[in-house]
């Protein structure tokens, strides 16, 4: 039973380990913890253990047959002291000695089978939960991407769901085996010697009293951890994305310097919490001794008197150490389910975020079949009056977009120029609907695209992102994604804008693996595998994002011509910042502040001698352009 008992103060220190790290790398006050106990909570996590009810029965089974099992011990103390070593019985002495060893032995066997019960319980419920929510989060809106930090979503779906596996695996069903345990032991004490029970029960106040304060004290403690290390999480976020800075600039010694700090009041956090666990457990041992010490008394005087005998003592000391461990057991459990129902309830705060829907906005736009727009039909794009701003609704909202109006004919290009935050990328990302205009409709063969299957709109555009994005796979998956193309194709696809070549001085080839958002290629190879992704879909809408920006001349003018070919019956939209790239565009829209305030092809634009103008001007460095005095600039305020 020591060893026993050495093993779970192990787990529990693991376990304290384990819930103090379950943060985000962003302090919020959605990580602080909430109720004790809330009983909804409850009912929502128990949805996602019913599958598993046999596993459950079967380890509370276990656990309530080594429970009785517990009671084996003092019994045959008591047997072999009071009769049989009086009648010097050596065969009853051997009987209860291969009783106890068997006791034993299958006491191991449903500790073994409870454990492993329990952990395939967490474990399997982890799964399910975490499968959940990673569904969950990939239908989610860009709005919400937009103001929730990716690390709290990352804790979320690893920290949190963990601490639910604490809840199951050493927590609910533990403690449940815990109080039967509990129970059994009480029961047998007063079935033996109610007067000796309640001697022996003396001191549970005073451990009650000391498991509430080490709860409160020990909650104070997690919260100071759970802020330090998010603390940490944070400037370890920053500096290790900003490391080129640091470098740059020499800021090695003074960064450091601010990390020994934070990471000084992250250790003495722990400390203070391993100072209230190492009075905890000698506390609860001093009132244990206590409590023999007073069974000891009580039984040794009702021995001399001869109301008592030896072995009904000897059996109530056994008794009583076994009472007091689940008793200081269950105070750890509480902890567990407090630290759980938090995690629960940032976990169903993410699951309960509405998810657009796949079918209309809600906005009183009928739905359409999905099959409407198949993928090799060409699509005509009109935005009609279309207003948007970013963030909730006010009186007098930061509209974007206003009034935007064009339309986009198959085997037709519109380019859209502008100034940085002319709204050009948001008329790209309404087109996506990644976001919903709140004026204005954007509609596909003159059908509302809100009315559309957003999986299905989707799939009909070829996107090329400015911001490049590639996961870490092999070249041949970045290419096909979901479509089921074969290697030749996808190298068909790709030599159409010259990122064959790209593959070809690709060690693997096709095979090869990619880094972390394509980190192992340049950024132009990246551009052109981006631009093979896109073709590879043969979509019947082609959206490119300042497509060309990251590469050489020479690749752009390569990528430009299978383009054209591309283009031929096919919607085109591009945003273009060098604007010798959509000269030939069939239609130029000139954004300002959010308006359409030019529009025409190329040689119309110039004629205007207008914003246009002024922009291919600028960039054909046919405008003269004032630069200032550098040493002015570089003199200090106040010289003259």
Known sequence: MRRLGIVRRQGRFALFSRMAASLSPHASAEDTPGKRYDRRLVRRLFVFVRPYRALVGGALVLLMVEGLLQLVGPVLTRRVIDVALPARDVGMTMQAA?????????????????????????????????????????????????????????????SD????????????????????????????????????????????????????????????????????????????????????????????AAETARFSALNRGHLDANLRSITIYALYFPAIEFLTSLALAILLVVGARRVGVGSLTVGTVAAFLQLLRRFYQPLQDLADKFNTLQQAMAASERIFLLLDTEVPSAMGNGAGVAPAASHLLPRDTPVTIAFEDVWFHYGADSAEPAWVLRGISFVARPGETIALVGHTGAGKTTIVNLLLRFYEPQRGRITANGVDVRALAVDDW???????????????????????????????????????????????????????????????????????????????LNPAVLVLDEATSAVDSLAEAEIQRGLAALMGGRTTIAIAHRLSTIVQADEILVLHHGEVRERGTHAELRGLSGLYDRLYQLQAGEARVVIPDLRTLASPPGAG
């Open 98 to 158: 291969l009783l106890f060893a068997g006791s034993l032995v299958l006491a191991f066997g449903c500790s073994y089978g409870e454990t492993m019960l329990t952990a395939m319980l967490g474990q399997r419920v982890m799964r399910d939960l975490r499968q959940q929510l990673f569904e969950h989060v990939q239908r989610l809106s860009i709005t919400f991407y937009d103001q929730t930090p990716v690390g709290r979503l990352v804790t979320r779906v690893t």
């Open 161 to 252: 769901v963990e601490s639910l596996n604490e809840l199951f695996t050493a927590g609910v069903v533990a403690g449940l085996g815990d109080l039967f345990t509990l129970f059994a032991i009480a029961g047998m004490m007063v079935y033996t010697d109610w007067r000796l029970a309640l001697a022996a029960f003396a001191v549970i106040p005073l451990v009650y009293l000391t498991s509430h304060l080490f709860q409160v004290r020990v909650r104070v403690a997690y919260r100071d951890i759970r802020t330090r290390l998010a603390r940490i999480n944070a400037f370890l976020q920053e500096r290790i994305t900003g490391i080129r800075v640091v470098q740059l600039f020499g800021r090695e």
């Open 458 to 536: 989707r799939r009909l555009i070829g996107y090329v992102q400015q911001d490049i994005f590639l996961f870490a796979a092999d070249v041949r998956t970045n290419l096909r994604l979901d479509t089921p193309l074969d290697d030749a194709a996808v190298m068909a696809a790709a030599a159409r804008v010259g990122a064959d070549r790209v593959i070809a001085a690709l060690p693997a080839g096709l095979d090869q693996v990619l880094g972390e958002r394509g980190a192992s290629v340049s950024v132009g190879e990246r551009q052109l595998l981006s631009f093979a992704r896109a073709i590879a």
